[in-house]
């Protein structure tokens, strides 16, 4: 799922003098700060490190992020297995009823075949079912984050979205052997939240398994 599209005003925890100055530079959306660099950001009067936290927290909910984002706030980060219902009440991104075979079934040429590739790869590294988060997330397992901020929510352990452009893969990230398994997954980059992937035949998809197993036996892992 992209970014939202929600003005900067409105997310809560971002005074208005950051909201004001972020709006002088053209940006007005939290969409408009994926990849852009917090260490410029911050340089502008009224923008400090909290409003930073918030709004880089929200993008991460999303599998984005900034670069060079704000320091952590002291405190600690955590993520543990299950759903509470708690979360901030501006998340919009929800498990839903649908069914994740109908909705890949709908999806167009090849991102349909990778798509049921991947409800099969997933279902067998994972041994759960799918679940459909927001409108084009497939998510396994269910986690409950809450960051050092105070932000807090729910969500999926890992999964994947079969995203026109590209492929993300949400949650293999930060585990003790994933870098070693990324290195021989194949062609991929690497994002805040996830991994992105062109289309299947660029990586070894039993690699991509080993990496799902891995990362669903170690974690849930800490929040970001």
């Known amino acids: 799922m992209s970014a939202p599209s929600t003005p900067i005003s409105d997310v809560p925890g971002v005074g208005a003098p950051a909201a004001r100055a972020l709006a ?9 700060l994926v990849g852009r660099d917090w260490a410029e950001l911050a340089e502008l009067h009224g923008v400090g490190p909290a409003s930073g936290r918030r709004l880089q927290a929200l993008l991460l909910e999303h599998g984005e992020g900034m670069t060079n984002p704000p320091a952590p706030a002291r405190g600690r980060s955590t993520v543990t297995r299950g759903a509470t219902g708690k979360g901030a009440k501006d998340i919009t991104t929800h498990a839903t009823a649908v069914d994740p075979a109908d909705y890949v079934d709908g999806l167009d ?7 049921e590739r991947l409800l ?16 084009s997330m497939i998510g396994y397992g269910e986690v409950h984050y809450r960051y050092a901020t105070g932000r807090e929510g729910d969500t999926f352990q890992l999964g994947f979205s ?8 949400y949650g293999i990230q930060g585990f003790p052997r994933s870098d070693e398994l990324l290195e021989r997954l194949g062609r991929h ?3 805040v939240g ?7 035949p660029d990586i070894d998809e039993s690699v991509l398994e080993e990496l799902v197993a891995h990362a669903w036996e170690s974690g849930p892992g800490t929040a970001c």
């Open 189 to 191: 980059r690497r994002g």
């Open 162 to 169: 079969p995203r026109k452009a590209d492929l993300a893969l």
């Open 120 to 135: 099969e790869l997933f279902g067998r590294a994972t041994g759960e079912q799918a679940t459909m988060w927001g409108p």
């Open 109 to 115: 040429g090849r991102r349909r075949e990778e798509g």
């Open 194 to 200: 996830c991994v992105w992937v062109k289309k299947l």
């Open 24 to 32: 002088e530079q053209g940006i007005t959306t939290v969409d408009q």
